[in-house]
């Protein structure tokens, strides 16, 4: 049972480039989520998804795609880098049983120039 | 307003000393509390739920105050190990519903 897993666990793009960051999880939860984590402003939730084929808003999506085609995995997009966007990304899997336990992996970090 | 808010410390505390943080919520209807950890450069992981009742895990104690929409943790005998930001977590409504971190508080153990 690996959690949730993500790669890369680094990365440096230059303004303007595109990239894929993974997450993948092995809990068969439903919920899944990306935050951002910057100095001095907590976690902020990028996008969301409740179930595969469903995704929605978080408080900062601007930049960024996120799709849903199964279960496992909930991969997010940066669609034209921007200095704006280096930071810690967290993915999350969420269990919704009574825990309500939402699980990270152990981030992307990335610098964008 | 913001929905969690935390003093962010840093709190420099000596071993052996007990030390709490509180957090308040913005939102009355708020339904499920939490207290997640987070050490330097890593993922947050959950440190424990909070229940109306207040709850007690071993040295740290949560309580919740659901009239002055406030949230605390007492960390008793403090160790080494405890240095880490703690994040506050509510979550507004079900299942379904989003959880909103605090920015967390900051706290150094030490010898």
């Known amino acids: 049972n690996a959690g949730v897993t993500q790669t890369p666990k680094f990365q440096v793009l230059k303004t303007g480039q595109s990239m894929t960051l993974q997450c993948a999880q092995d809990?068969?939860?439903?919920?899944m989520s990306w935050y951002r984590q910057d100095p001095g402003m907590g976690l902020r939730l990028i996008h969301y998804?409740?179930?595969?084929?469903?995704?929605d808003q978080g408080e900062v999506p601007n930049g960024y795609n996120v799709s849903r085609s199964t279960t496992e995995d909930f991969p997010l997009r940066l669609l034209s880098a921007a200095p704006s966007q280096t930071s810690v990304y967290f993915c999350?899997?969420?269990?919704?049983?009574?825990?309500?336990?939402?699980?990270f992996g152990p981030g992307t970090r990335l610098t964008v120039l | 307003r913001k929905e969690v808010e935390q003093d962010p410390g840093p709190f420099n505390v000596p071993e052996g000393a007990t030390v709490a943080f509180n957090c308040t919520y913005s939102?009355?209807?708020?339904?499920?509390f939490f207290w997640y950890r987070q050490d330097c450069r890593k993922e947050p992981k959950l440190l424990m739920s909070?229940?109306?009742s207040g709850n007690e895990d071993g040295r740290f104690t949560a309580q919740l105050n659901r009239a002055s929409q406030y949230i605390s943790l007492l960390i008793r005998d403090s160790k080494l190990s405890d240095s880490a930001t703690y994040l506050c977590?509510?979550?507004?409504?079900?299942?379904?519903?989003?959880?909103?971190f605090g920015r967390g508080t900051q706290l150094t153990v030490w010898p």
């Open positions: 909070v229940y109306s």
């Open positions: 999350a899997s969420r269990d919704q049983s009574n825990t309500d336990t939402q699980y």
């Open positions: 809990m068969n939860h439903e919920y």
């Open positions: 977590v509510v979550n507004r409504g079900s299942t379904l519903g989003r959880l909103y």
């Open positions: 998804s409740v179930g595969a084929g469903i995704t």
């Open positions: 939102n009355s209807a708020s339904q499920s």
